[in-house]
């Protein structure tokens, strides 16, 4: 099957906008096109005019025949990491695992939530 623009354009593509204080407006990229950046005025102006980029982008992308990147999709994951931390790191989650009744997985779990959660509040 051949990959056309609507194809591309109708991807979960991610889509970050930041104030700039620099250019002062509203920054948009396209997260896993990071090449691929737009502006506005507001951050709706700036999430328009980077759909808008996105779109150039791609029809350039298919008529050079460059490669374009697609949105990692949430099935391609399983919930499974494995993760390495120091002895000592690794004793103290133990130890507050047991102390509070819980999984190492919870605990650490818990602290990934609240650094999405935190970061969340922070944007």
């Not at 000592?88 to 819980?102: F, I, N, R």
């Amino acid at each position: 099957m051949k990959k056309g623009l609507n194809y591309f354009l109708n991807l979960p593509y991610s889509f970050k906008i930041e104030w700039s204080d620099v250019d002062t407006c509203y920054i948009a990229t396209v997260e896993e096109i990071p090449e691929c950046q737009s502006n506005g005025n507001t951050p709706d102006e700036a999430l328009y005019m980077i759909k808008d980029a996105l779109k150039s982008h791609i029809s350039s992308c298919l008529h050079f025949g460059d490669s374009i990147p697609e949105p990692v999709k949430i099935v391609d994951y399983k919930g499974k990491i494995h993760f390495r931390t120091t002895p000592q790191k690794h004793y103290m989650l133990d130890k507050q695992a047991k102390t509070s009744g819980e999984s190492i997985n919870t605990i650490i779990n818990t602290a990934i939530d609240c650094y999405f959660n935190s970061n969340a509040t922070q944007a």
